[in-house]
């Protein structure tokens, strides 16, 4: 069978979740889509890869990518595991849908040493100026649904992020902002596209 | 592709129950070949009334194998790759030892006096059969429903062999709703006159009580709406109802069809075995805790074998729920499981049938499992 090889062009936050992972560990994806970080990782750094896809065409893809996908729901589906099973658990782009974005965090980092958490940043200047000039719910490149079928149903921006994990100790280890694939180090929260914090 | 079928004599195997078996035969077919590091083997395990022949066209009789669809070159268990096998479980009646079989003591068949066995016994003769092929460990063992039962007990008897496990719309044990559904087929058996208390070899066969019985497997392999699509009400040969009690629906004469042929080919003694086995089979001996069953030893043994669970939305007989209790117990103990719940309409029936996504899937894992074994 002809393999192609894995790429992560498409979503420049693989990237630093690229760089953050160690090599050798053991990753939970949580949301995993077709596997192509897990594979990536699985490729590239050797890791022990597991996901969580409530999709059943994407957890067939990422079967067949041969990363190990089980079809459950993120919400529900941590409690069977073990205390401290992983060495990291990543949530890619999916915090904002999650029902209970508080518990999935604290099961992350209950089954996981560390969380690898990202998130399109609701703070970012696009979305506020939608709101401003339109006066309705914001529709952007970054947020590109309208409010009835939209998958994300909790908003949130960087310093909302940050806020959360001050409030119940969450010890955050690194932060990146990025605005594409450029690393945003000026005024984060109204520039940054994109949010990946590890957290401990 | 043509397949022979093939055979192998042990002198004796040990049961469960305690009893044994000597000697004992096995009926087998292979497919592919096994590469110089006996590293590329996988075992098909078969479904209640299977056999041997999975795949390619029977030397003997020209019949297509009943997994002929996910076996073969450039397939889901692809025999270009794979040195791939499948033999008739014990109790059968297509070529391994079973109540049809001649009882070396007596001269004749062992009918009832043919020891009960179970899905454990069955993999115990394969086990025999592994080695006496001369295969270390096996790339893969894979099977639906009852053959779903037997992958899981080879992964939980014989984890050393098996790298891989894929078990399909099965269970770590039978429901009462399946134990019941076999129970009336062995009441129709049984209650047919002709049965005589199983000694019918040199008579007629229970015909109609094996025919009853595989009428009501055929529904429950089916669902609600397969049978709406296929069937409906549509009347057969007839423009009106007959009021009478000959064949006036299609599903009527489809089930007669379906269970005059399998007395051709099954044996009534066969059927009452393996239901047997198959309602005895609980992968925790009756203790209902799953984790130790894959986790022996201690807390800390590593389970390396990889699973992939497949089961499908509209399977009622095998339902998911049964399929994601095993796949959240390999969760727990930090196993390495893929897990999907196919969408169809085929029912149980659908490993066998609506294979497309499951070819997919398969194809995929073995391909990644072979990539680790060469890893390692």
Redesign the interface.
């Known amino acids: ?1 002809v ?1 192609e090889p894995v790429t992560l062009t498409e979503r420049p936050d693989f990237h630093v979740i690229g760089e953050i992972i160690q090599p050798g560990s053991k990753v939970l994806d949580l949301g995993c889509g077709e596997g192509e970080l897990l594979a990536w990782l699985v490729e590239n750094k050797n890791v022990l890869a ?1 996901g969580v896809e409530i999709s ?1 065409a994407q ?2 893809k990422a ?10 729901d993120i919400d529900e589906g941590l409690a ?3 205390d401290k ?1 992983f060495d990291y658990v990543i949530l890619s782009q999916t915090l904002q849908e999650t029902r209970s974005p508080l518990q999935v965090l604290k099961e992350m980092l209950r089954v996981g040493r560390q969380a690898i958490i990202s998130f399109p940043n609701f703070g970012h200047w696009t979305v506020r100026a939608a709101m401003l000039f339109t006066g309705q719910a914001p529709k952007t490149k970054l947020f590109p649904y309208n409010w009835y079928n939209s998958p994300n149903i909790h908003f949130l921006s960087i310093n909302d992020f940050e806020d959360l994990c001050r409030e119940n100790g969450f010890r955050i280890e690194r932060r990146d902002f990025l605005a594409g694939a450029r690393k945003v180090r000026l005024l984060p929260n109204l520039l940054g596209k994109t949010a990946v914090f590890l957290v401990g | 592709m043509i397949v022979e079928a093939k055979s192998a004599q042990f002198d004796t195997i040990a049961l469960e129950s305690g009893a044994s078996l000597s000697p004992v035969e096995v009926a087998y077919e292979t497919w592919g070949h096994l590469n110089a590091e006996r590293s590329n083997a996988i075992l098909i395990t078969h479904a209640f009334t299977g056999d041997a022949h999975a795949a390619g066209i029977s030397h003997e009789n020209g019949r297509p194998g009943w997994w002929d669809n996910m076996i073969g070159p450039g397939k889901a268990f692809d025999t270009d790759r794979y040195f791939v096998i499948c033999s008739n479980v014990l109790g059968g009646c297509q070529g391994t030892t079973g109540p049809g079989s001649i009882n070396p003591a007596t001269g004749r068949p062992y009918a009832m006096s043919f020891p009960v066995i179970t899905i454990r016994d069955m993999v115990r003769l394969q086990k025999m059969l592994i080695d006496h092929i001369g295969i270390p460990m096996l790339l893969c063992v894979a099977g639906g429903s009852m053959g779903g039962m037997q992958a899981l007990e080879w992964a939980v008897s014989y984890p050393e062999m098996v790298r891989c496990a894929i078990p399909l719309v099965t269970t770590w044990r039978h429901s009462a709703q399946q134990i019941a559904f076999n129970e009336v087929g062995r009441q129709a058996i049984m209650a047919d006159p002709d049965w005589c208390g199983g000694d019918y070899y040199d008579k007629k066969p229970p015909a109609r009580g094996l025919s009853v019985a595989r009428m009501i497997g055929h529904i429950t392999y089916m669902s609600d709406e397969s049978m709406r699509e296929k069937f409906g009400r549509k009347l057969r040969d007839k423009e009106k109802v007959g009021f009478d009690f000959g064949v006036d629906f299609e599903v009527e004469s489809y089930l007669r069809y379906r269970g005059n042929q399998f007395v051709g080919r099954f044996d009534a003694n066969s059927y009452l075995y393996i239901t047997k086995a198959e309602d005895y089979f609980d992968l925790t001996n009756g203790t209902g805790r799953l984790v130790d069953a894959f986790q022996k030893d201690d807390a800390f043994t590593k389970v390396d074998t ?1 699973f ?1 669970i497949i089961s499908f939305t509209s399977d009622w007989l095998y339902p998911s729920y049964q399929s994601q209790e095993i ?3 390999l ?4 196993g ?8 169809s309409n085929y029912g149980h029936d659908a490993f066998l049938v609506d294979i497309a ?1 499951q070819s ?2 398969v ?3 073995l ?2 499992t072979a ?1 680790i074994a060469r890893a390692a």
Request: glycine share 6%; with cysteine; aromatic share 8%.
């Open positions: 069978m393999r597991r059943p957890v067939r079967i067949a990518r041969g990363v190990s996908v089980y079809q459950g069977d595991y073990p099973a | 990889r992939l796949v959240r117990v969760r727990r103990i930090n390495d499981v893929a897990y999907c719940d196919l969408q996504e997919e899937i194809r995929g894992f391909d990644s990539r």
